[in-house]
Each structure stands twice: as C-alpha cells, then as structure tokens.
C-alpha cells in the first residue's frame, strides 16, 4: 500500500484544514486508517482513526474539532480540521493497517510521507 498526504498549509488560529491521503497499491477493504502527528521534538502521536467498518476513535485533544472520514470508492482519507490550535503544528501522517481499529503507531504497517500544519497565533 502507498499513501500519499497532501492539503497542509499555514492557517491562523481558528481556522480550518483538509487534509487528504490517496492510497494505491492494493485494495482498501479491510484497511484500518488513521492519522497521526509529529512536532518538532516530540514523539509522534495519534490523533484519529476509522476503521474499514466506520469505527472512529480521536485523540481528546482534537475531539470535537477534527472528524475523519474516508471514501472507499476513491480509496482516499480525510481528515476536516476545525478551529485550529497553535498547538496542532506538526508534521501529519496517515497510515494504514490490515485489521481492527487501532490507536498506536506500532499497530500500523504503511505510512504516508507527510505533510506539514502550521497554525499561527
């Protein structure tokens, strides 16, 4: 599976961000998806996850703020992010997994290159 995420940018605080990520390679179906993110100095973390089913788990900090999505007929994944936060600068990555919802980076096989959010104050 390739993935490829796109749609960072620098956006002032309270505003909003699409974030894409194209899969190819192989078949969606059955794939868990999720984002995650990196800033500078820090691990990477989760932030959001739906599963092949339509399960979705959030990181509390994005909870009401963020919403993921995919479609399986384009094989693409989403992640709409509303009234940003300085602190949601970072590097994001979707990843992908064959399997049930999962939260952890070590629960993922595939990884996209990432893209970069910058929220300004």
């Known amino acids: 599976v390739q993935l490829q995420a796109s749609g960072g940018g620098l956006v002032q605080a309270g505003g909003s961000l699409r974030l894409s990520c194209a899969a190819s390679?192989?078949?969606?179906?059955?794939?868990?998806m999720g984002w995650f993110r990196q800033a500078p100095g820090k691990e990477r973390e989760f932030v959001a996850a739906i599963s092949w089913s339509g399960s979705i788990r959030y990181v509390d900090s994005v909870k009401g703020r963020f919403t993921i999505s995919r479609d399986n007929a384009k094989n693409t994944l989403y992640l709409q992010m509303n009234s940003l936060k300085p602190e949601d600068t970072a590097v994001y990555y979707c990843a992908a997994n064959l399997g049930p919802i999962a939260t952890t980076v070590y629960e993922y096989r595939y990884w996209g290159q990432g893209t970069q959010v910058t929220v300004s104050s």
């Open positions: 390679g192989r078949t969606f179906s059955g794939y868990v």
